[in-house]
């Protein structure tokens, strides 16, 4: 007997699906390879623990943060550029997570949060500690990519994945779920080790010669007329990559891990989208659509050109398969005032 799309989705809907372990991945330190076994009955009451604990430690965190632990904030709508699981009874950021996940994300968010309480009485500087606590963040959001229910095992390298392959977020039928502690792949150890070898590196390059980040719109460049030597800039993909939905997935928990500490960065609930530059067809035609986006990227071609010097250069990267897309980048560059000299 097989079950057609629409009643799997139906069934989702419904709340009459479910998910089953079925198998546990195993690693000895001293030896190499995985080890494979049959998930057996102490491993589902170790879930079923987690499920248990996951109300009261909800319920506390809820008191002590004064907003809601999990995150319930909507998904985005049914048909946005994707984004398949919405039919599948996901509506909120928080479904994309099991109760074990779930209860982990929220412990580590915790911890986050309290490492800048416990710095600062111990007298570091309010600034050093919210510096180091931004780092936390930033690699405990990377954990949160592979702890949930997208993430895939990677058979061929026998090792985690995370949920996003590409840019998209897609229904997935079976996954992998790593173990936060010890020093496996995807693990909090892990992890963080690959923040501290960045800084590492953002040091190394600091050191030679001094940089600095600004976070401005692309239409109003926080700079004066003829500054810049060169610019480089890899504008967006037309309607092929729906960059601040996807961004949603780490501002969420974000928010709740640092948002304390910059809520100059974290007043909406979700990401602004108002202004970005897509040719996204929510609440629009298609050719309302495609206009904004050629007219709003012509301004900031427009700006690149009031910004570089009579002889500096610009360089666009651009990798789109339609010609539609490539018609809209060539129509704002043509209005910009900028020249084409090579392709």
């Not at 623990?49 to 909507?74: S, T």
């Not at 709003?296 to 398969?321: C, D, M, W």
């Not at 539609?324 to 980048?329: F, K, Y």
Request: hydrophobic share 35%; net charge neutral; aromatic share 14%.
């Amino acid at each position: 007997m097989t079950i057609d799309a629409n009643r799997v989705r139906r069934l989702f809907q419904e709340g009459k699906a479910g998910q089953r372990m079925v198998a546990v991945v195993l690693h000895h330190p001293e030896k190499k390879g995985k080890f494979y076994r049959v998930a057996n009955e102490k491993d589902l009451e170790v879930y079923r623990q987690a499920e248990e604990y996951l109300a009261k430690k909800v319920e506390e965190l809820r008191k002590k943060w004064g907003v809601e632990p999990i995150p319930d904030e909507p998904l985005p709508p049914r048909g946005t550029l994707g984004f398949r699981v919405q039919p599948y009874g996901m509506k909120k950021w928080g479904d994309l997570f099991n109760s074990r996940q779930k209860l982990a994300l929220i412990t580590f968010v915790d911890k986050v949060r309290e490492a800048y309480r416990k710095m600062v009485e111990e007298g570091y500087d309010e600034e050093y500690a919210k510096a180091v606590v931004t780092y936390l963040a930033l690699t405990f959001d990377r954990m949160a990519m592979s702890y949930n229910t997208l993430t895939q095992w990677q058979s061929g390298y026998e090792k985690m994945g995370n949920a996003f392959s590409r840019q998209a977020l897609p229904m997935v039928w079976d996954y992998a779920e790593p173990n936060a502690m010890g020093g496996s792949v995807r693990s909090w150890e892990s992890l963080f080790k690959d923040t501290l070898d960045v800084i590492t590196s953002c040091i190394s390059i600091n050191n030679q010669k001094k940089t600095n980040t600004t976070q401005a719109s692309a239409t109003e460049l926080p700079f004066p007329d003829n500054y810049f030597d060169a610019v480089f800039t890899d504008p967006p993909y037309y309607d092929n990559v729906p960059y601040s939905y996807l961004s949603d997935f780490f501002y969420v928990w974000l928010k709740r891990a640092i948002g304390d500490l910059y809520p100059e960065l974290f007043p909406t609930p979700l990401t602004p989208k108002s202004k970005e530059i897509v040719a996204y067809t929510n609440n629009r035609s298609w050719e309302d659509a495609k206009r904004y986006f050629e007219e709003t990227l012509k301004k900031s071609f427009q700006e690149i050109y009031r910004a570089l010097k009579p002889n500096g250069i610009a360089v666009i990267v651009y990798a789109h398969k339609t010609t539609s897309g490539w018609e809209a980048v060539i129509n704002a560059l043509l209005d910009s005032g900028l020249v084409i000299t090579a392709s």
